[in-house]
């Protein structure tokens, strides 16, 4: 009997690898046993750059804008959709992503800028899909294919293109020149206004670009080494190298 109960223990904490990342067993048995932060808890992915996971807190229905509270992990309503503002793609975080240091200074290399920063939260992801996924609060799988170069504020927020990978009708684009010409100008559209008040004439946000796939993996790559810098005693959670 101890011997079966050992070898299931084995088998459940192998499982977790591909979700929580990691080779500590007793950070993957916590993983089990509660609920992952999905900043923290959530491995961005094996395969990452080319492959990452991608935690959905908005879907084009909403007319509330929801967002992870930073320090429980829990979805919760950052505040109502300003008029009939609605996110036209499925809207989140890459997992074990930062935008800091290295993300503000090739943001700043791209736009020519100088005094750039990052803003501080995880690296934002839209993922294009034909299925009608009908609530956020869940994980998927992401092929990033390019970005929008986007400073709000000052402050370096890119936002990474991805679609849902063997999405019937968008998992075989490679790169973000093949979208539709119609959803970008609508995201496009979205990022721009989604701040702002009835009868405002100045917008803080503004998009200087809009880059491919190569582009689009190097700010993953540098995002998480800004989370690797700012958050080092989760190493043992970390994939072994992007």
Not at 109 to 114: D, H, S, V
Request: aromatic share 8%; net charge neutral.
């Amino acid at each position: 009997m101890k011997e079966k109960r050992v070898k299931t223990t084995g088998k459940i904490i192998e499982r977790m690898n591909d979700t929580h990342g990691g080779s500590d067993p007793f950070q993957r048995l916590l993983g089990l046993m509660f609920k992952a932060h999905p900043w923290h808890g959530v491995s961005i992915g094996q395969e990452a750059p080319d492959i990452v996971m991608a935690y959905i807190e908005i879907v084009p229905t909403d007319t509330v804008k929801y967002e992870v509270d930073k320090r429980s992990g829990f979805l919760k309503v950052d505040r109502p959709q300003r008029f009939s503002n609605c996110c036209p793609v499925y809207y989140g975080l890459i997992p074990q992503t930062y935008s800091g240091e290295q993300v503000a200074g090739m943001f700043a290399k791209r736009a020519r800028r100088k005094g750039m920063v990052g803003d501080g939260d995880p690296l934002d992801i839209c993922v294009l899909s034909e299925k009608n996924i009908p609530h956020s609060d869940i994980l998927l799988t992401a092929l990033p294919i390019g970005g929008l170069s986007m400073a709000d504020g000052g402050e370096a927020d890119d936002k990474i293109i991805a679609v849902m990978r063997d999405d019937a009708v968008y998992g075989g684009f490679t790169d973000i020149s093949q979208c539709p010409s119609a959803l970008m100008d609508r995201l496009q559209h979205y990022f721009l206004t989604y701040k702002s008040a009835p009868g405002t004439t100045q917008h803080k946000v503004e998009i200087t670009s809009v880059y491919g796939r190569e582009e689009a993996l190097k700010v993953i790559r540098a995002s998480h080494a800004d989370y690797r810098a700012q958050y080092p005693e989760l190493s043992s959670l970390w994939p072994k190298q992007l």
